[in-house]
């Protein structure tokens, strides 16, 4: 198989990426090592920046989003047994932010790509990028049961943290910068109406909790837990017990409880991988960087990456100019760090340190009270939560 770019990996980035370069007459073929089942349930995201609805309709990709999806005005800060509202349009200048599940997004560009859009693999599974030095980048890959080549002028790894294409840089090409945290996040789905109109971050001694929403019916919820945590420890009633009391204020408010039908623990990480082009092999997404989820900037990242990608590309086919791709990983570096940073300062205040002291406990503290007194703090966590513009 021939084509101009080869996409490694069908989640949010390669599926945009794959939509965004048809739009704009470039050819392409996505393969995706899972089955399309799998992908479009895998519970992950939920939270878009104003940037990224802007992204996905742009990419004629938002007609149920704008239907289906949650405009947000704020968030509500708890701590102390009080809560705090932050009003994003007041302190942005008018921007909000949208709830929207991950998996809503796939199942759209899924739809799109089947119906008309380049072909879209499933159950090929990547192995290699071969010669990214050269002007025939070739992806091996395993699909119907044999091995096969994908002979490309570009190939995009979009294969998230546990791909393969960051294999293909050699060691001396680029470098990985990581920070694992001492503590992992718990989340549930559960049929019940959220007990909120805003996503609530709640830090609490026992531990950091978030109650998010998928719709007016669906509740989406996270406990910070510590590492290595099992399941088996957490029935139903464990959790709901756990989340009431890290969310309780003085005051009235219920935590709504009912049936929980997804369970899941994922570890948090804060990763970058710089540059990130060797030769003709590009990465975006995940496969470039990972942050923790508490600023929920990971898929907003990867579809910033693919939108710079994507005007690249469009610019070299019209043109036969690589000047954007060649800027491509500086551009897209400074925004990854200034969210990597956004994560890591939001997991630290909110988070209870294991092996923390009282000196973490009053610095959390103070960290959150100048946040909620005053407003030029409070603005500048709303201005990352609802995106930083792409530097120009
Ligand atoms: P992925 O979604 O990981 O997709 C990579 C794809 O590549 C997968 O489909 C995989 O099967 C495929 N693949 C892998 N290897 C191969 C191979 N060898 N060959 C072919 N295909 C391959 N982000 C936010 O912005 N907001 C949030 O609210 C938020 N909340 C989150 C909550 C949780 C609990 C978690 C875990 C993450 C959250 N994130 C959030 C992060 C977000 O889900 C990811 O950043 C996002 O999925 C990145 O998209 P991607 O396409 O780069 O990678
Ligand atoms: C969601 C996840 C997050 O990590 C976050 O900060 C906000 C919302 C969610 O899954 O809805």
Not at 125 to 154: I, M, Y
Request: proline letters at 5%.
């Amino acid at each position: 198989m021939r084509t101009r770019v080869g996409i490694i990996g069908g989640g949010p980035a390669g599926l945009l990426l794959a939509r965004l370069l048809h739009r704009a007459g470039i050819d392409c073929v996505v393969l995706e090592s899972r089955t399309r089942e799998y992908v479009e349930r895998r519970q992950r995201a939920g939270m878009l920046e104003q940037g990224t609805v802007d992204a996905l309709r742009a990419a004629g990709a938002a007609h149920r989003l704008d239907t289906e999806g949650l405009v947000h005005h704020g968030i509500e800060l708890r701590f102390e047994r009080e809560r705090h509202h932050l009003d994003f349009p007041v302190l942005t200048g008018g921007r909000t932010v949208t709830i929207y599940a991950q998996t809503e997004i796939v199942k759209d560009l899924v739809a799109l790509q089947l119906a008309a859009g380049p072909p879209l693999l499933f159950e090929a599974e990547a192995l290699a990028v071969e010669k990214p030095e050269s002007d025939t980048p070739v992806v091996r890959f395993l699909h119907d049961g044999r091995e096969q080549t994908l002979v490309c002028d570009w190939v995009v790894g979009c294969d998230g943290s546990h791909g393969i294409a960051r294999a293909a840089f050699p060691a001396a090409a680029g470098r990985t910068y990581t920070h694992d945290y001492p503590y992992s996040w718990l989340g549930i789905l559960a049929e019940v109406p959220p007990s909120c109109d805003e996503l609530i971050y709640a830090r609490h001694e026992r531990g950091f909790a978030l109650h998010s929403m998928r719709s007016p019916y669906v509740s989406r919820l996270y406990l910070q837990v510590p590492n290595d945590t099992s399941l088996d420890d957490w029935p139903d009633d464990r959790i709901w017990d756990e989340l009431a009391a890290r969310f309780a204020i003085d005051g009235d408010w219920t935590l709504n409880r009912g049936p929980i039908t997804a369970k899941a623990v994922t570890p948090m990480r804060s990763q970058v991988h710089a540059p990130m082009r060797h030769g003709r092999l590009l990465l975006a997404g995940d496969a470039a960087h990972i942050v923790p989820p508490t600023g929920a900037k990971g898929l907003n990242l990867a579809v910033s990456d693919v939108s710079v990608l994507a005007h690249a590309f469009t610019a070299l086919h019209a043109t036969g100019s690589t000047r954007l791709l060649d800027g491509y990983s500086d551009l897209c570096l400074e925004r990854v760090w200034q969210a990597t940073r956004f994560s890591y300062d939001m997991t630290r205040m909110l988070h209870a340190q294991p092996d923390g002291d009282a000196f973490d406990h009053h610095l959390q503290l103070a960290r959150l009270r100048r946040i909620t007194a005053s407003r030029h703090a409070a603005a500048e966590l709303a201005a990352n939560y609802t995106g930083l513009p792409l530097p120009t």
